[in-house]
T-cell receptor, first 110, second 118 residues
Framework: QKEVEQNSGPLSVPEGAIASLNCTYS??????FFWYRQYSGKSPELIMF????GDKEDGRFTAQLNKASQYVSLLIRDSQPSDSATYLC??????????FGPGTRLSVLP | GAVVSQHPSWVICKSGTSVKIECRSL??????MFWYRQFPKQSLMLMAT?????????EQGVEKDKFLINHASLTLSTLTVTSAHPEDSSFYIC??????????????FGPGTRLTVL
């Protein structure tokens, strides 16, 4: 069974710090990796996706992928209280459905 | 682009009634739509996957006769919760995936429907 694991948190960081969110997956055939942010009571919204090993940066967000270690992470620089949310990692193989992790709750303290 | 809408955004109903939730892709053709359920403080749980014009594929443990899914067109899927009971109260979220470049490898989520069954 394909699994995606995340620490449930909560992960607490002070405002302005770097928040590091981690995700591991079991299916070596996975090809696409996504990070979604979900505020309480709202549906998920896509933050970033990454397909290739290495880093991908978009504003304050950096996704890092290491397929050999089956590991994908999301770094949030200069964390803001508005970043406080649950972050969902999702993994997809070719022709496969998305598999979501349980999410990590991030709390950015003012 | 790639906007997905859901209607209604919230619904309260009496036990035993049926509730229909609509999911629409507004600016792209959704070849595949997904229905999720999310209980408070829990992660998304995939209920079923539907492809336009074919029967939905339900995840293990999801009753297909209770949660009826119809994906009649490339822009509309409906989920009907039949004979709803209080334990069906949850946040139902749909997502869509398109058939053209830029929409195939991503899932675009609707805003969700909060169902409360009294």
């Amino acid at each position: 069974q394909k699994e995606v694991e995340q620490n449930s948190g909560p992960l607490s960081v002070p405002e302005g710090a770097i928040a590091s969110l981690n995700c591991t997956y079991s299916d070596r055939g996975s090809q696409s990796f996504f990070w979604y942010r979900q505020y309480s009571g709202k549906s998920p919204e896509l933050i970033m996706f990454i397909y290739s090993n290495g880093d991908k940066e978009d504003g304050r967000f950096t996704a890092q992928l290491n397929k050999a270690s089956q590991y994908v992470s999301l770094l949030i620089r200069d964390s803001q209280p508005s970043d406080s949310a649950t972050y969902l990692c999702a993994v997809k193989g070719y022709g496969q459905n998305f598999v979501f992790g349980p999410g990590t709750r991030l709390s950015v303290l003012p | 682009g790639a906007v997905v809408s859901q209607h209604p955004s919230w619904v309260i109903c009496k036990s035993g009634t049926s509730v229909k939730i609509e999911c629409r892709s507004l600016d792209f053709q959704a070849t595949t739509m997904f229905w999720y359920r999310q209980f408070p403080k829990q992660s998304l749980m995939l209920m079923a996957t539907s492809n336009e014009g074919s029967k939905a594929t339900y995840e293990q443990g999801v009753e297909k006769d209770k949660f009826l899914i119809n994906h009649a067109s490339l822009t509309l899927s409906t989920l009907t919760v039949t004979s709803a009971h209080p334990e069906d109260s949850s946040f139902y979220i749909c997502s869509a995936r398109g058939g053209r470049q830029g929409t195939y490898n991503e899932q675009f989520f609707g805003p969700g429907t909060r169902l409360t069954v009294l």
